[in-house]
Structures are given as structure tokens and as C-alpha cells.
């Protein structure tokens, strides 16, 4: 494995930078996939969705 890896961040379609032992963000975001980094999943951000009454609900 390597000392980096990269995520795209769905969010700005940017990649970043991470450190594998520390954990840590290096550099800055890029548009452009990084050389020495192997890439993990897309960080994918989760919106709560509004709730949506039932119109039926009385009925069940």
C-alpha cells in the first residue's frame, strides 16, 4: 500500500490528499488525480432529506 491516498470529494469534484499513517490532509485540493496516491471511495456528503407527510397515512 502506499504512503498516500486520494478521495474525490463529490461535493467541489476536487481530489484530496491524505496522509495513510497520520490521517492527515496534504496540500492543497486538486482538480487532477495525484501520481503517488492510491484512490479510496468518493466522500459522499448525506443531505437530510424533509419529511413528507402521509396522505394515506389514516387510512392504513
Not at 21 to 46: L, N, Y
Request: glycine residues 6%; negative net charge.
Amino acid at each position: 500500500m502506499s504512503e498516500f491516498v486520494q478521495r474525490l470529494d463529490l461535493a467541489t469534484g476536487s481530489y484530496i490528499k491524505i496522509e495513510v499513517r497520520s490521517g492527515k490532509v496534504i496540500g492543497e485540493p486538486s482538480k487532477r488525480r495525484f501520481a503517488d496516491a492510491e484512490e479510496i471511495e468518493p466522500i459522499k456528503v448525506e443531505r437530510s432529506q424533509p419529511a413528507i407527510s402521509d396522505p394515506l397515512g389514516d387510512m392504513r
